[in-house]
C-alpha cells in the first residue's frame, strides 16, 4: 500500500513516453489515445499526493520525485502536441518562451539559493496546471487553442511569478508552500497550515 504513490509518479514517466510515442503513429485515433493517456496522468498527480498524506509518508523525498516528474511528464506532453500541432507553436512561440523561461529561472534561482529544485506545490500553480491540462488537451484534439491558451499563458506568468518570490522570501528550502502569504510565515518561523487533500 505505501508503494501505490511512487508507482504512481513514477507512472507518469512512463505515459509520457507513451504519448511521445502515440503522437509519432500516423492513424486517426492519435489524438483521441493521447487525450485519454493525459487525463491519465493527470489523474496519477492528483492521487498520488492524496495517498501520500492519506498514509502519513509524504516526505521530502516523495515531494521531490513528485515535482520533478511533473516538469518531464508535462514537457514530453508538450513535445507530443509540437509533434501534432507545430502550427500553433510557431504561432505562439513568443509566449510559450516566456513561460518556459520563467520556469527554466525558478529552478536556477532555487538551486542557486538551496541547492534543490522547486517543489513549492503551491496552490495557484495547481490550478495552472488544470489549465495547462485543458489547453493542451485542445491542442491535441483540435490543433488550436485561442481564448484557453491566452488565459493558460496570463495564470502561468502570475503562478511563476509567485514560484520566484515564493523562493526569494524564504530563508531555507521548503516543499509544499501554498502561497506567497505562507511563504512569510515561514520567513518569520511561524508554523503555517497545509491542506490535508491539496497541498501538505
Same mark, same amino acid.
Given at each position: 500500500?505505501?508503494?501505490?504513490?511512487?508507482? %504512481?509518479?513514477?507512472? $507518469?514517466?512512463?505515459?509520457?513516453? =507513451?504519448?511521445?510515442?502515440?503522437?509519432?503513429?500516423? #492513424?486517426?485515433?492519435? /489524438?483521441?489515445?493521447?487525450?485519454?493517456?493525459?487525463?491519465?496522468?493527470?489523474?496519477?498527480?492528483?492521487?498520488?499526493?492524496?495517498?501520500?498524506?492519506?498514509?502519513? !509518508?509524504? #516526505?521530502?523525498?516523495?515531494? /521531490?520525485?513528485?515535482?520533478?516528474?511533473?516538469?518531464?511528464?508535462?514537457?514530453?506532453?508538450?513535445?507530443?502536441?509540437?509533434?501534432?500541432?507545430?502550427?500553433?507553436?510557431?504561432?505562439?512561440?513568443?509566449?510559450?518562451?516566456? !513561460?518556459?523561461?520563467?520556469?527554466?529561472?525558478?529552478?536556477?534561482?532555487?538551486?542557486?539559493?538551496?541547492?534543490?529544485?522547486?517543489? #513549492?506545490?503551491?496552490?495557484?500553480?495547481?490550478?495552472?496546471?488544470?489549465?495547462?491540462?485543458?489547453?493542451?488537451?485542445?491542442?491535441?484534439?483540435?490543433?488550436?487553442?485561442?481564448?484557453?491558451?491566452?488565459?493558460?499563458?496570463?495564470?502561468?506568468?502570475?503562478?511563476?511569478?509567485?514560484?520566484? %518570490?515564493? =523562493? =526569494?522570501?524564504? /530563508?531555507?528550502? #521548503?516543499?509544499?508552500?501554498?502561497?506567497?502569504?505562507?511563504?512569510?510565515?515561514? $520567513?518569520?518561523?511561524?508554523? !503555517?497550515?497545509?491542506?490535508?487533500?491539496?497541498?501538505?
Amino acid at each position: 500500500m505505501n508503494k501505490i504513490p511512487i508507482l %504512481l509518479i513514477y507512472s $507518469r514517466l512512463v505515459l509520457g513516453l =507513451l504519448i511521445i510515442f502515440i503522437s509519432l503513429q500516423h #492513424t486517426s485515433l492519435v /489524438r483521441p489515445a493521447i487525450v485519454v493517456l493525459m487525463a491519465i496522468g493527470l489523474l496519477t498527480d492528483i492521487l498520488d499526493g492524496i495517498i501520500a498524506r492519506s498514509l502519513n !509518508i509524504s #516526505t521530502e523525498r516523495h515531494r /521531490r520525485l513528485d515535482s520533478a516528474v511533473d516538469q518531464a511528464f508535462w514537457v514530453m506532453v508538450t513535445i507530443a502536441a509540437f509533434i501534432l500541432s507545430p502550427e500553433f507553436f510557431i504561432y505562439h512561440h513568443t509566449a510559450i518562451l516566456i !513561460i518556459a523561461g520563467l520556469e527554466l529561472f525558478a529552478y536556477i534561482l532555487s538551486y542557486i539559493r538551496f541547492g534543490k529544485e522547486v517543489a #513549492t506545490h503551491a496552490i495557484l500553480s495547481k490550478i495552472w496546471v488544470l489549465v495547462l491540462f485543458a489547453t493542451l488537451t485542445q491542442v491535441v484534439a483540435e490543433g488550436y487553442s485561442t481564448t484557453l491558451f491566452s488565459i493558460c499563458f496570463f495564470l502561468g506568468v502570475i503562478s511563476r511569478a509567485e514560484i520566484i %518570490l515564493i =523562493l =526569494l522570501i524564504i /530563508r531555507k528550502w #521548503t516543499n509544499d508552500v501554498p502561497s506567497i502569504y505562507h511563504a512569510f510565515q515561514l $520567513r518569520k518561523g511561524r508554523d !503555517i497550515h497545509r491542506n490535508k487533500w491539496m497541498n501538505g
